[in-house]
């Protein structure tokens, strides 16, 4: 992978939001993979000003993850939050950003439905990654195959502590999510991974370096041509 230390988050969200302004500025059809959780939100803040003149309205996204069994109107799903934080700033079709579908009902098929529809869409061209503070991205916990497709995943206790702070308490985080496989994840044409702080130290150090194993689903990342880290100083300090 290329790495790329910056400053802080709103130099890894400035060099971000420049290089997919580009993209859609070169294609109003770009179709964008969305994170979700803290990490991106610098990228998505700093797009806001960097689409002047830029036409959107055929721009289409599919985000990474929603947990199973939320309403998709509970503030926290992340159809809401993708609503929240992107569609809405940055004046998007709603109806060409796609969530993976966590309606228990059916749910044995919208993995499968999901990853058609990426690929009906003609594949990812940029996807945007966190990484968990256990090495996950997307929710594809450690045991994760490589070659994977969306499917639901159960959320491991560490990642449901992780994301407590998002809910009224560890009891109202869901069990569940429906996840982009890494298979699907790594499909997409470029992966640009999102890393602050110490706490995602050690993840980032093996996501990279480490060796490639389902352990650490981030080593993912390895097995793509084109993977870019941005990460700040805190989240590269076990870096070799
Ligand atoms: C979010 C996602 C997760 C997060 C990861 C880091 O859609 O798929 O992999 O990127 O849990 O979360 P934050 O950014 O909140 O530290």
């Known amino acids: ?138 929710f594809n916990e450690p045991g994760s195959s490589f070659a994977s497709i969306t499917r639901v995943k159960t959320l491991t206790e560490q990642t449901r502590k992780d994301n407590a702070r998002f809910f009224d308490s560890i009891d109202d985080v869901p069990m569940h999510c429906i996840t982009q496989g890494l298979g699907t994840i790594l499909r997409a044409r470029h992966l640009v991974l999102l890393a602050f702080g110490e706490g995602k130290a050690a993840a980032v150090a093996g996501a990279v370096e480490g060796p490639v194993t389902a352990s650490l689903p981030g080593s993912a990342i390895q097995l793509h041509e084109r993977a870019t880290v941005v990460v700040d100083e805190a989240a590269a300090s076990q870096l070799a």
């Open 1 to 138: 992978a290329e790495i790329v230390i910056v400053r802080d988050k709103a130099e890894a969200g400035a060099l971000v939001a420049d290089h997919i302004a580009s993209l859609l500025r070169d294609n109003p059809e770009t179709v964008l993979g969305l994170a979700t959780g803290s990490t991106p939100l610098p990228v998505y803040e700093a797009l806001r000003s960097r689409l002047d003149g830029v036409d959107v309205s055929r721009v289409r996204g599919f985000a990474l993850d929603e947990y199973v069994g939320i309403d998709p109107a509970h503030p926290e799903s992340y159809r809401s939050v993708i609503t929240r934080e992107v569609v809405e700033p940055l004046g998007l079709n709603p109806a060409l950003i796609r969530t993976p579908d966590g309606t228990p009902e059916g749910i044995e098929h919208h993995g499968e439905e999901y990853d058609e529809a990426i690929r009906a869409a003609g594949g990812i061209d940029l996807q945007i990654l966190g990484i968990g503070t256990d090495g996950h991205i997307g």
